[in-house]
């Protein structure tokens, strides 16, 4: 069985500073990857940043970056230049197997301040 | 190319009633799957689809059907509602086995049962 955790359920942020939101997770696979998901308030999910679990190259887009760190299991969301519309629960998620399942954390719930 | 369309995006059921939540999509994914979404819980997965005929249960199955009679369609049938059903369900498909590049989520259906 696959887990998830993220034991942040909320954190806040001032516009235009940098936060990180951490993720840790676990699988007997070898061959993974690793998603983050926002939820505005509009409810739709939308797909952050993935990374192969086969690159040791940390995934970037743009303001956002990941801290992939395979031996400890660990997936953290690092957003740069935060901005009010990054306001929103961000669910950090592990894809594994023939059968493409994706398994997700419990969501943390980002305030950005102005 | 519409994506992933879930039907209805709002619903309130009596206890005891049955419906389905529709869930169609446009891009010849041939997996397909529902979670359900509930505060505290993250994303739990309800049944999935390898492809057109093929079905299998998740995490929590129990009170939910599904088919898979063509590549498009996946509904999810509630046999008798009941209150601890109340929740967001959202449709998600992707391309393929390992989920390479995530998944394609619908925009969710709020459900109410009382």
């Known amino acids: 069985a696959q887990t998830v955790t993220q034991s942040q359920p909320e954190m806040s942020v001032q516009e235009a500073e940098t936060v990180t939101l951490s993720c840790t997770y676990d699988?007997?696979?070898?061959?993974?990857?690793l998603f983050w998901y926002k939820q505005p308030p509009s409810r739709q999910m939308i797909l952050v940043i993935r990374q192969e679990a086969y690159k040791q190259q940390n995934a970037t887009e743009n303001r956002f970056s990941v801290n992939f760190q395979k031996a400890a299991k660990s997936f953290s969301l690092k957003i740069s230049d935060s901005q009010l519309g990054d306001t929103a629960m961000y669910f950090c998620a592990l894809g594994s197997g023939a059968n493409s399942k994706l398994t997700f954390g419990k969501g943390i719930t980002l305030s950005v301040r102005p | 190319n519409a994506g992933v369309t879930q039907t209805p995006k709002f619903q309130v059921l009596k206890t005891g009633q049955s419906m389905t939540l529709q869930c169609a999509q446009d891009m010849n994914h041939e997996y397909m799957s529902w979670y359900r979404q509930d505060p505290g819980m993250g994303l739990r997965l309800i049944h999935y689809?390898?492809?057109?005929?093929?079905?299998d249960q998740g995490e929590v199955p129990n009170g939910y059907n599904v088919s898979r009679s063509t590549t498009e369609d996946f509904p999810l049938r509630l046999l008798s509602a009941a209150p601890s059903q109340t929740s967001v369900y959202f449709c998600?498909?992707?391309?393929?086995?390992?989920?390479?590049?995530?998944?394609?989520f619908g925009s969710g259906t709020r459900l109410t049962v009382v």
């Open positions: 998600a498909s992707s391309y393929s086995g390992l989920p390479t590049y995530g998944y394609t």
């Open positions: 689809s390898v492809g057109a005929g093929i079905t």
């Open positions: 699988t007997s696979e070898n061959n993974y990857y």
